[in-house]
């Protein structure tokens, strides 16, 4: 069994350790040492896990640990990455429900990602480093998945979809096949994506249309 630390105390905190515990019960892999406050909640147990550690502590870690990142923030879960990259001893191994429907050797998992409860995943996929796609979310065939990229819950990419890095897909929105999504994009949850975006900026509605500059 492996040491792993989940880092954050929220909800996507939560289900990393829900999906590790499912995982563990089918083989048993990580023993899970708890959750690292980053924000300072003040809480001492969370779903019966210690809360644990400071951030500064943990990079001085000296024994071998595996690290996942618990946050839903594209640019959280990058900061954190780019921190704690680089710190011996640290892994970052990616966290799949066994739920989840794919074909391993047809689907490429970058580190660190996460991949949650009935997620749908098409020869073809690829998440690169950090990335995380939320539960029930499909991705047809193709789907490229950038770096810290998040993709809520039952999104449906169409096939050939290219997400950059930092993307954000809202919960339930659809994108048409083939599109490009540019780096630091949002899509609000609902929306109906039938053209490519630009860098920095966010849409929503059917069919979507650019609303604002991200900040
Ligand atoms: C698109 C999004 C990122 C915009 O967030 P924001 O910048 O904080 O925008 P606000 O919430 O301040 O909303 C600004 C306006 O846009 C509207 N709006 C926001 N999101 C919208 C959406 N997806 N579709 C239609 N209208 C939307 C709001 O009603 C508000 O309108 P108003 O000014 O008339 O009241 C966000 O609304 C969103 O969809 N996030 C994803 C949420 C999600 O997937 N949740 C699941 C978590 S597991």
Redesign the pocket.
Known sequence: MKDLVIIGTGGMAREIYGAIKASNDLAPQYEVQGFVDMEMTGLDVIDGLKVIYSESELAQLDKPLAVVIGL?DCIKRASIAKQLRDTVNLSFPSIIHPSAIYSPELVNIGQGCFVAAGVVMSPGVDLEAFALV?ILASLAHDVQVGSYSVI??HANISGAVNLGKRV?I??SAVVHQGLKLADDS?L????VLTRNTVENA?Y??NPARK??ENS
């Open positions: 839903a939320n809520n819950p954000l809202g919960a949002t609000g949850m609902g929306a966010s929503f509605g609303i604002m």
